[in-house]
């Protein structure tokens, strides 16, 4: 079975500081990764994926995040916050040919301190 | 735009009523999703659907139901024998390679009992 762990249920970090949001997997077969982002009483919108390209993968709003296959990790980060990334974090695993479904982390919620 | 619409957004229920809420989608995505969210927990599994006419029980099934007459939509029904329905839900959708390209999400139905 898949399963999904974030370290970390609330992270602080300062505005312009790095931001690092943990997440490990566990997983027989290689998986697909994915992080999403949500914004409160809304729905989650994709960050990033590793689909087995590049293990070091770029998304949106300037986050990016390395797979490491000997640590079983996947974990985000942001070389600056930003006051606008203060939002709650998933991590997300699926693996090729057991149907399409995600195994979720419970989630990191991420504060900005000015 | 393609994308998933959920209504209502905020939704109040008396005890021992049965409530629906709505899901539709344009992308012509085969698969679709329901999700609850609470405080803490991630996202749990309620039911899904990979093709129309027919749907699987999740990991929380028991106390929710729905149909997929139609590829578009995906409605679930809170019943009665659901205890504790205060939560946030959440539908998604995937196209048929969805475990390399992930889910899109609606942006949530926020269910109240009063």
């Known amino acids: 079975a898949q399963s999904v762990t974030q370290l970390g249920s609330h992270v602080s970090v300062s505005e312009g500081a790095l931001v690092l949001l943990r997440c490990n997997y566990s997983s027989s077969v290689p998986p697909y990764l994915f992080w999403y982002v949500q914004y409160p009483n809304q729905g989650l919108q994709l960050l990033l994926k590793?689909?087995?390209?590049?293990?070091l993968v770029k998304g949106i709003n300037g986050f990016e995040a390395e797979f490491k296959k000997s640590e079983t990790s996947f974990h985000l980060t942001k070389p600056s916050a930003h006051m606008s990334d203060a939002a709650e974090y998933f991590c997300a695993v699926s693996v090729p040919n057991t149907g399409n479904q995600f195994y979720f982390g419970t989630g990191t919620s991420l504060t900005v301190i000015p | 735009d393609g994308g998933i619409t959920q209504s209502p957004k905020y939704l109040f229920r008396k005890e021992g009523q049965n409530v629906t809420l709505s899901c539709e989608q344009n992308?012509?995505?085969?698969?679709m999703y329901w999700y609850r969210q609470d405080p803490g927990q991630g996202l749990r599994l309620i039911y899904y659907?990979?093709?129309?006419?027919?749907?699987q029980k999740g990991d929380i099934a028991e106390g929710y139901s729905v149909s997929r007459e139609k590829k578009e939509s995906f409605p679930l029904t809170v019943t009665s024998a659901q205890k504790n329905p205060t939560a946030f839900y959440l539908c998604?959708?995937?196209?048929?390679?969805?475990?390399?390209?992930?889910?899109?999400f609606g942006s949530g139905t926020r269910l109240t009992v009063v």
């Open positions: 992308l012509n995505h085969d698969a």
């Open positions: 998604a959708s995937t196209g048929d390679r969805g475990v390399a390209y992930g889910y899109t």
């Open positions: 590793y689909t087995s390209a590049a293990t």
């Open positions: 659907s990979q093709i129309v006419n027919d749907f």
